[in-house]
């Protein structure tokens, strides 16, 4: 239950959650997680799960649009490296998330809004505590604020234009 | 318009307990799209799955949102149903708020929210969704067996048995493979040859069979149930057709070259078959020795051969032909023992590897059975056997157990013992892995019936002394240093993939492993499958195996390709990549990020400029769906049937700041 917070003279109101968005592959890691239901394994429930074939399937712009639509977190997840149903999706992913946490950095995302991880199909518990830590980490940092937008060009871009 | 339609499940109280399913229903009503909301209690049960049919007709629904248990556990009943009603059964979205939400949230009202909210992604997605078809594919009913051991054996007179033709090919001149060189099989003694030249002619005389020997398989294209094969017959030289096998060529050819099939202690001619049980029993020039092809006078097997078979002209021949499915069986390789420079790097004549020893046993073999050193041809008093060579060892880069050693050790010294009593069988061996049926009371009886001298411990190195080779080693149980005057030594070298495994596996469409062993789909529950569809696994070329296991799996393989071969014809995977031409750059990112080939750039003719251009192409057949050239497309011109960039999107915008 998250805390409650009384203002003065106003209603009762929720303290803030972070919000989590989870792409997850078909086959380690959204089994993983269904796994966890069945085992009746408990996570705060700040996260909502998209269902892709693999995790090589999501593009970096999935990411950026989770943030852009003001999620507080996103959280990849596919198979550990050697198991990924089509060989080599999951290698694929890790190459690609690698660059764009980078890209997120220099964007001004910290790094600890954005995870990527590996879950099995067996590894409910992990799923769970993934969601945990992601969750209390969240907290911690507070709602993301969004990109502070320059209307300055970029200094490239002057250079070009004289 | 889309017409969305939302039944929300209780799974009697697995969700309703956590979740307020009706609200949630009631709200779900005004979610953009939908145009008809209901709960009930078990939505999978006949009468939900009629609620289900009744709305989609009464209410005019094109595509349905069940929010209930994981689409991995109920995806295809919706599916199903929906298709019962009338539309495209990809018109159907799940939301998991069973496994996802009410199994994992305590707090109703959170839990709630949480359902709400993956319905909203699950409406989002389905307003996107698009109906998808499954094109019906062919099947040739005709196998491809690569590789004639005993695998590719089993494999081929399985499915000929079951009714189908196969094509048997084997690179060298015969089948047979490697069980055809063997004396004696663990653990009941029965003669390799007794129990497998039966099998290689009944392959020889299957009417389905068509054995293609001297032969390998150049390229595979196509796909599950329409592979097209190109299979290089190397020229034999001989006219199969004409010869009778009457073997006067051979017995003729002056030419002498140490055996293949004998490895190395026998001698075969230029032209040969490797052993007399050979199928087929026609014999081979070997062009690298033969006199006549190494421009010397000769000609004298064409000169005596009754029938005229002989071809010194003849060229290789490629045969293209249509399969549904490709077994591969190519067996594996032992470790050379030079490689292994304490135990003499191969050049002390008296330390020879099992596969020789096999032909030394063997009653066909070089000696005809009887155990001599190959240095003097004396008959050896003490034998020291090493298990382990190269096995389990890390520096010599086999960190795996070759898994038959300790058996055929056990073996080697029992015969040894059975043929000359008199002579002292030695075992070095690390661990005694004795685990198949009768294994374990099998070198029991070769330690206490007939007195092998197994020692725990490892050899350090060997030497040549005198007419003796010395063997140093350590007794790890006594705890001392052990020295062996040995007049044969026996090495148990690792067993190895084919050294051409990784670009076998490549034509064939099989990864290999670290240790280039090709790659099943799943190490337990798809042993036979490979990630390919329609190419299975049999036998050594998967992993070091004995006999029986490798018959199992070959059966296994052929079960997998009977069954292939008894549909009618196969369904095409609908989710799938497909590629706005028009946009493509032909980059070839896509080409080569696909894990299974299914991507080639093709010529088309542009759209616009109506000019000639190079385009990625989907290969439907090949094409698993997993979406890795979607991510990867740097023009986003491809896009993933059922998992569109559209839908993934819509799903993340639903809940623009809702929560």
Known sequence: MPEENQIAGQETVKAWEPRILGILCNWCSYAGADLAGSARLSYPANVRIVRVP??????????????????????????????????????????????????????????????????????????AESVSEMTERLRGLGPFQGVALQDKPAPHREAAAV | MARVGVFVCWCGS???????????????????????????????????????????????????????????????????????????????????????????????????????????????????????????????KRALVV??????????????????????????????????????TFPTLDCAACILTPKMVDCASHPNITILTHAEVEEVSGFVGNFTVKIRKRARSVDMEKCTGCGICYSKCPVKVPS??????????????????????VPVIDREHCRLHNDLKCGVCAKVCPTGAIDYEQEDEIIEEQFGAIVAATGFKTWDRAKIGEYGAGKIPDVISALQFERLMNASGPTEGKIVRPSDHTPPKTVVFVACVGSRDQNHGHKYCSKVCCMYTAKHALL?????????????????????????????????????????????????????????????????????????????TAMEPQEDARDMGRVLGISTDQDEWMSEAHPKLKPVEVLTAGVYLAGACQYAKDIPDTVAQASGAASKVTGLFSKTELLSEPMIAHVSQGDCAACGLCVSVCPFGAIELETITDPVTKAERLAAKINEGLCHGCGTCVAGCRGSCIDLRGFSSTQVLAEIDALAFSI
């Not at chain 1, 190459?95 to 590894?123: C, D, H, N």
């Not at chain 2, 075969?268 to 052993?275: G, H, N, Q, S, T």
């Not at chain 2, 005198?466 to 044969?488: Q, Y």
């Open chain 1, 54 to 127: 693999c995790s090589g399937r999501v593009d970096p712009s999935f990411v950026l649009r989770g943030f852009m639509r003001g999620f507080d977190g996103v959280l990849i997840s596919g198979c550990h490296p050697g198991d990924c149903h089509y060989a080599k999706g999951n290698y694929y992913a890790r190459r690609r998330l690698t660059v764009l946490k980078k890209y997120l950095v220099k964007m001004g995302i910290p790094e600890e809004r954005f995870q990527f991880q590996w879950v099995s199909a067996s590894e409910g518990g992990r799923w």
């Open chain 2, 260 to 281: 293949e099939f004998d490895e190395g202690l026998g001698e075969r001619r230029a032209i040969y078959v490797p052993f007399p049980q050979a199928v087929p029993n």
């Open chain 2, 147 to 184: 590789g004639g051991g005993v695998a590719g054996i089993q494999a081929a007179l399985d499915i000929a048995d079951a009714g189908y033709p196969v094509t048997l090919v084997e690179r060298t001149p015969s089948i047979g493979g490697r069980m055809a060189q063997y004396d004696k």
């Open chain 2, 14 to 140: 697995n969700i309703a307990k956590t979740v307020d399913v009706e609200r949630v229903a009631k709200e779900a009503a005004s979610i953009p799209g939908v145009v008809f909301s209901t709960d009930y209690k078990y939505m999978c049960s006949e009468p939900g799955q009629n609620l289900v049919k009744d709305a989609i007709l009464e209410h005019k629904l094109d595509r349905i949102v069940v929010a209930s248990c994981s689409p991995r556990l109920h995806e295809p009943t919706f599916q199903r149903c929906i298709a019962d009603a009338g539309l495209n059964p990809f018109m159907s979205e799940m939301a998991n708020i069973r496994e996802h939400c009410s199994w994992v949230h305590h707090d109703k009202e959170e839990a709630s929210a949480k359902a709400l909210d993956l319905i909203k992604m699950a409406v989002a997605k389905v307003r996107k969704d698009e109906p998808l078809f499954q094109n019906p594919i062919p099947i040739t």
């Open chain 2, 416 to 492: 040894l013992k059975e043929k000359m009593p008199d002579a002292e069988a030695y075992v070095f061996y690390m661990d005694i892995r004795a685990n198949g049926k009768g294994y374990e009371e099998f070198v029991r009886r070769a330690i206490e019936e007939y007195g092998a001298n197994y020692i725990r411990g490892r050899v350090s190195r060997m030497y040549q002394l005198g007419d003796k080779v010395v063997v140093k080693g350590a007794d790890t149980l006594a705890g001392k240093p052990v020295e062996i005057r040995a007049d044969l030594v026996v090495l148990a």
